[in-house]
């Protein structure tokens, strides 16, 4: 009798589970049936902060006033915001020009978004990766974290990573890796990434051997961005001059033309078509992750609803032409981050 009661709940929670499974896919599914309609975005990016605690030399958002009203989001815009997409939309990202730690309430946003059924990913310098956050980060159900370490030696990756140290970050990794293992956890997966220029080129064999000495999941190389969006000679020449690498084998979204000046390897519509929209730290909407000033306000999301910005004529023009077209300045030297071209797996 003892036997059957267990073995009843067993098949009761079995049940459970697959329905919920079964349930999760078919949402799964219809969501992308409607992003292949356009009706729905296929992820929202969400600004969690956006200021840092380093000063990057090839990051563009640290070297401009962005123009936010509020450096960090609140927890209940982020709720709000949740609410308002979990039915349309399956994953979300917590970053975009500034480093998502800082943000006091992270991890209980994190928390609820997971909560509601949302797969949710989290780029970050990993710097501010201490006990608490690391314990906090495995409490809020994070599905996939990204750490930026742009070189495998203390001297390469503190010249570009201005104001972090390679000992913390490689300890804080080392320890999260271990952490999440003691908890029998397979998740927050865990990616490490660099971005490829002239600095830290020789360190490729050493930046993938020092990540798989980590025990991290996966480990890629991106494209160096140049954003000529804006007057800023000295950012794009230094860009240009001291950063760019002229390689085939490497991930690259430019190449050199006869008269020497870089042009883009794929000037086709818009990439991403539109689909992947930003909601920053003030609640706007932005069309995608390249108007990091904010120059295309679709639509703010702090007395609107997120599908009527989105469904709105202005944002169905802009999606429809402008951008489309690549007629944008900020379109001018795109191809985003999960374009074939631009990104190399290592493992
Ligand atoms: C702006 S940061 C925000 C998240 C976090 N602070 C971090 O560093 O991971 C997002 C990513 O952009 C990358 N990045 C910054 N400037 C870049 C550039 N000029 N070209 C390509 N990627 C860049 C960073 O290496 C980082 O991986
Ligand atoms: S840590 Fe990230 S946001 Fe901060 S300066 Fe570096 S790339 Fe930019
Ligand atoms: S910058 Fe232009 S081309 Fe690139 S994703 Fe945004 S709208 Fe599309």
């Known amino acids: 009798m003892k036997y059957n009661f267990h073995k009843n709940k067993l098949f009761q929670s079995f049940a459970k589970v697959s329905k919920g499974n079964f349930r999760r896919s078919l949402s799964f599914r219809i969501h992308q049936l409607f992003q292949k309609l356009n ?35 609140s927890a209940d815009l982020f709720k709000k915001i949740i609410d308002d997409i979990a039915p349309i939309c399956n994953t979300i990202g917590v970053s975009y020009c500034g480093e998502p730690l800082l943000n006091k309430d992270i991890f209980k946003m994190i928390h609820y978004a997971t909560k509601r059924g949302l797969s949710v990913s ?21 599905n996939f974290m990204a750490v930026s370490m742009d070189g495998a030696t ?25 952490e999440r293992k003691n908890r029998r956890l397979s998740y927050p997966s865990i990616d490490l990434q660099m971005v490829v ?26 494209s160096l961005h140049i954003d000529r969006s804006r007057e800023d000679v000295d950012y794009v020449e230094s860009l240009e001059k001291d950063y760019f690498v002229n390689s085939t084998s490497l991930p690259s979204r430019y190449i050199t033309n006869e008269q020497g000046n870089l042009e883009l390897k794929d000037k086709r519509l818009c990439p991403q ?39 709105s004529d202005k944002y169905i023009d802009f999606r429809g032409d402008l951008a489309m077209h690549r007629k944008l300045p900020m379109c001018a030297s795109c191809l985003p981050s999960n374009y074939k071209i631009i990104n190399k797996i290592l493992f």
């Open 39 to 73: 009706k729905y975005p296929n992820d929202i990016v969400i600004e969690t902060a956006s200021v840092c605690n380093l000063n990057c030399t090839i990051c563009r958002s640290v070297k401009a006033d962005l123009g936010r009203k509020n450096r960090f989001m």
């Open 122 to 142: 989290m780029l970050t310098n990993g710097i501010l990766l201490n006990a608490e956050a690391r314990e906090g980060i495995l409490d809020s159900g994070l």
């Open 154 to 178: 203390k001297h390469t990756y503190e010249s570009i990573r201005i104001g972090a140290s390679f000992e913390t970050l490689v300890e804080n990794i080392r320890l999260f890796v271990k």
């Open 197 to 222: 220029t002239q600095k830290n080129i020789h360190e490729v064999d050493a930046f993938e051997k020092l990540a798989r000495d980590l025990g991290v999941e996966r480990a890629y190389l991106k």
């Open 273 to 311: 078509k539109l689909q992947t929209p930003v909601i920053t730290t003030d609640g706007d909407v932005l069309p995608c992750c390249f108007d990091i000033f904010g120059e295309h306000v679709l639509g703010n999301v702090t007395n609107q609803r997120f599908l009527d910005s989105w469904n």
